[in-house]
């Protein structure tokens, strides 16, 4: 099995960066006392690793005076649903985990993330992620939800970094470099905004004459000249808190929802002299923001060709990409071959030179190098070692393991069992609950009964064993090392080692057997009077109503023919 696991883990700049990422703040998790312990161990020689680790997520580059605000009460009108929006998957997570996910390695002192509607299940989707919740109830605004963040943003961050909940493609280098700029720019606010084709249905930036940013005007609120205007607000802001507060005071709720919008601190801050910058994003996709069911399918789309082609990158070959969905935590080594229509879920881990083909799914699954799975698979939580082949139409529930060398072949269901090395079951079986030694041959039909109807019994089998087609497997049997089973045995009891067990009715030949039944139904045939012959055309009468309620009496539930 040693290939199961051969190839490569998550890489190490992304094992150490959660210890790295503490020591700019929000220490590593709380509950992980080992790696506080190592944090602060590996402290003292931080200058040594700076060097050598300086990427993305290092604590050079974090942002100590700022806290992260992600916007996530709000409900889903225009999706109608009864989940709220930023708990609508798209690219294999919530909406709103995409975000925290971007949010995380920024090192700010404190990820927050204000919720409302459906608040316990939002909150439980980032927790892992490290994010503190913040209950905003009722829902007034994306003013008003920072109002409700104030105390729990505290007097000690300089700067605010505020992200909708429902905008999942932003990336965490967009987030620091508008951090960066905010920083740099000693602006009150910095918006992130992009250049639409389309801004329909977003807020848009009003600049003044010289460039500045005046004010958000929302869709709603918009002159017929200002329609023009494609740079709209992404919702993704830096503020300086010290000059946000006293504006969020004076939002007022003049607007067709009654509610208090952050978007009009902007131009509060621009009257008052406030600095206040835009900064474009290069890559306007990435602020699209999931008010409709169209936009998270379009959200979903991007992200799914993200992973693609980062595998591709990775020297996956993958035919006719647009058509396979891989999730984000999915791994595939090098030259594997994915085919058409198949979709790779969860935590699904595939090795080196594998063929996936058509049609098949799989489902938190650990796949070794050089695996086949030939077309419509559908594999869950299960374990294929190395050149272990399936299908085609195989179906492997959780906890099937099939060893290196091993096959499955087509109509064969496979629960909680374990095929050893080279150990086969090619047509129309079913094995539940079962160990199988290796080598051993399991017949065309195969079935382990391992279900009483109340409890579940185990079948084991032994090494080198041939197993007959058509037999039946009553759990809990074993059958030992190098044994034979009869085709179309009900096996009930133990087999022992190298026997030949053989359970089923002894056949009988009756040899003429047929020629004779014919002579004698040709005889009494021609026996009876012709009159008797002819009358078989008529119709048959109605049997009497005398016999038909005798009938009735010695067989009640009978229906007539
Ligand atoms: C908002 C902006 C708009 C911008 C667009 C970008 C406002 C008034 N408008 O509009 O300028 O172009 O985002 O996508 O901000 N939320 C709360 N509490 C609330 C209301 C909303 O937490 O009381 C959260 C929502 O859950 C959501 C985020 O804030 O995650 C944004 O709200 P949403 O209703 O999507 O705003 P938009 O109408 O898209
Ligand atoms: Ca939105």
């Known amino acids: 099995m040693g290939g199961l696991f051969s190839f490569a883990g998550p890489s190490r700049l992304a094992r150490i960066t959660p210890i790295f990422a503490g020591l700019g703040r929000p220490a590593a998790p709380p509950d992980r006392r080992e790696e506080s312990l190592f944090h602060w161990r590996t402290s003292l020689r931080l200058s040594v690793v700076k060097i050598s680790l300086a990427g993305e997520n290092s604590p050079a580059m974090a942002l100590p005076d700022f806290v992260v605000v992600i916007l996530a009460a709000g409900k889903s009108t225009r999706l109608r649903s009864n989940l709220t929006k930023v708990l609508h998957r798209v690219g294999g997570h919530p909406l709103v985990e995409h975000v925290a996910r971007a949010c995380r390695p920024l090192g700010a002192r404190a990820l927050l993330v204000v919720v409302g509607h459906q608040s316990s299940e939002v909150a439980a989707a980032v927790a892992p992620l490290g994010a503190r919740a913040v209950l905003q109830q009722p829902q007034r605004g994306t003013g008003h939800a920072l109002v409700v963040a104030r105390k729990a943003i505290g007097g000690r961050a300089k700067y605010a970094l505020v992200v909708p909940g429902d905008a999942p493609l932003v990336r965490t280098e967009t987030l620091r470099s508008l951090a960066r700029a905010h920083q740099t720019g000693q602006a009150a606010a910095t918006v992130l905004s992009a250049q639409l084709a389309d801004p329909t249905g977003y807020g848009r930036i009003l600049r003044s004459q010289d460039g500045r940013v005046a004010a958000i005007v929302e869709q709603s609120a918009l002159t017929e000249d200002q ?55 290069a890559d306007p996709q990435e602020v699209l923001g999931c008010n409709t069911r169209a936009e998270l399918s379009e959200v979903d789309r991007t992200f799914r060709q993200r992973k693609r ?134 017949g065309a039909g195969t079935i382990t009964c ?20 058509d037999t039946a497997l009553v759990a809990p049997v074993r059958v030992g090392d190098g044994a034979y089973i009869a085709a179309g045995s009900t096996i009930t009891d133990n087999v022992p080692p190298g026997a030949l067990g053989i359970a089923r009715g002894r056949q009988v030949n009756k040899p003429g057997w047929v020629a004779a039944r014919r002579r004698e139904a040709a005889a009494a045939h021609s026996a009876r009077p012709a009159s008797k012959r002819a009358s078989r055309k008529k119709p048959r009468p109605k049997p009497r109503r005398k016999a038909a309620a005798a009938r009735k009496r010695r067989n009640p539930s009978r229906r007539r023919r």
């Open 227 to 281: 329609r023009g205007i494609n740079e709209i607000n992404s919702s993704i802001y830096c503020f300086t808190l010290a000059k946000l507060w006293p504006c969020l005071a004076q939002l007022r709720p003049a607007n067709v929802h009654r509610e208090l919008y952050l978007t009009d601190v902007i131009a509060l801050l621009s009257q008052q002299g406030e600095t206040v910058l835009a900064q474009v994003a």
């Open 450 to 469: 391992n279900y009483d109807g109340t409890r579940k019994h185990p079948t084991t089998i032994g090494k080198r064993v041939f197993i007959g087609s």
């Open 309 to 442: 082609d980062a595998l591709m990158e990775a020297g996956v070959s993958i035919l006719l990409p647009e058509t396979v969905l891989i999730d984000p935590e999915v791994e595939v080594g090098a030259d594997t071959v994915l085919e058409p229509c198949i979709q790779l879920l969860g935590k699904t881990r595939i090795g080196r030179g594998c063929t996936i083909r058509t049609g098949s799914v799989l489902r938190d699954t650990l796949l070794g190098d050089a695996v086949i799975v030939e077309p419509h698979c559908v594999v869950v939580s299960s374990r294929l070692g190395n050149g272990a082949m399936i299908g085609p139409f195989a179906r492997l529930r959780p906890q099937a393991e099939l060893r290196a060398g091993a096959r499955v072949g087509n109509f064969v269901e496979v629960k909680k069992t374990v095929l050893a090395e080279g150990a086969k079951a090619m047509h129309l079986s079913y094995l539940g609950d079962a160990r199988i030694g290796a080598h051993t041959n399991i």
